[in-house]
């Protein structure tokens, strides 16, 4: 049976990491734009994309804030639209599905539960005046009060809400309940094969970014999903490109981008998010598989098509 292309997501610029902490780091309209380009050309068939204030770089769910840069990338590139619902960890479901809800992307992310999400260690990098905007130090030091909330209600509001647009969910699994929250919500109805599945390691509140936990993780999706799903895996921090290779050698897809990890090698800032996306075309090639392009990516994730959207 002939290998499976590797499918390469590239999440742009997310809502965790703040302008101070790397200048790379996009949250202009035109830098959003650029570094999507970039990464498609780079060999990214899905752009997994946040929209940010363009004025001083903090997370956004409004939609002016995405309408001026979501023309132009898929003005320029055939790769797959991916828009976030998780764009803050204080705001309601509704208001985090607006943008998916109002452009009709072909996918957009779904986190499978509630969970603890902080990032609350990366301020202490920093002192008071190394802050470049007023609302970063905070906005990072509380970040251990957060609870990001995807209840069982808000997930079924999400998916039924979104199910007339026809939009594949990247189902973000922080941990192994999320996988079991997953199959509930697919035994009920609300989500069709085949699913996609984000494995997510790293991140502060969910499972520790070891291999074991990874194959823990894909073995327990067998069991619970059988041939009904396809996957992937997001290793925050140092955790990336080590997991992302792993992953590519197990059958699996992979996401990078600065979203997740600012760095392109141990202590080295990434000068965009192409670097990434370059590096691991170039890993995941010279192990012997090949990348997907945006058409490969959408028949194998039975996408609807980027003629479809509201953009």
Known sequence: MARQKTII????????HTPTM???LPYTYDDIAKQALDAAEAGASILHLHARNPEDGSPSVNTDDFAPFLPRI??????????????SLTLSIQDRI???????????????????????PLANRYSDDDWKFDWERDYVKNSDQNIFRNTFRDIKEAADTLA?????????????????????????????????????????GGIGPEVDNLVFMKRTADRLFGDDY???????????????TTASQMGGNVRVGLEDSLFISRGKLAE?????????????????AEVATPDEAREILDLKGGDRVNF
């Open 74 to 87: 898929k003005q320029a590139t055939d790769a797959v639209v991916n828009i976030s619902t998780g764009g």
């Open 230 to 244: 396809r996957w992937s895996v997001l290793g925050a921090g140092g955790a990336q490109m080590n997991l992302a």
């Open 272 to 288: 965009g998010n192409a670097a990434q996306v370059a590096k691991i075309r170039r890993i995941v090639e010279d192990l012997g």
């Open 22 to 24: 790397s200048d790379a």
């Open 164 to 204: 007339p647009h026809d939009i594949k969910f990247e189902h973000e699994c922080y941990d192994v309940g999320h996988l079991y929250n997953l199959k509930f919500c697919m035994d009920i109805g609300l989500f069709k094969a085949p699913i996609f599945i984000q494995f997510i390691f790293g991140i502060l």
């Open 98 to 120: 607006n943008p998916a809800k109002t452009f009709s992307p072909e996918m957009c992310s779904m986190n499978m539960g509630s969970m603890n999400f902080s990032f609350h």
């Open 9 to 16: 997501t590239c999440a742009i610029t997310g809502a965790i």
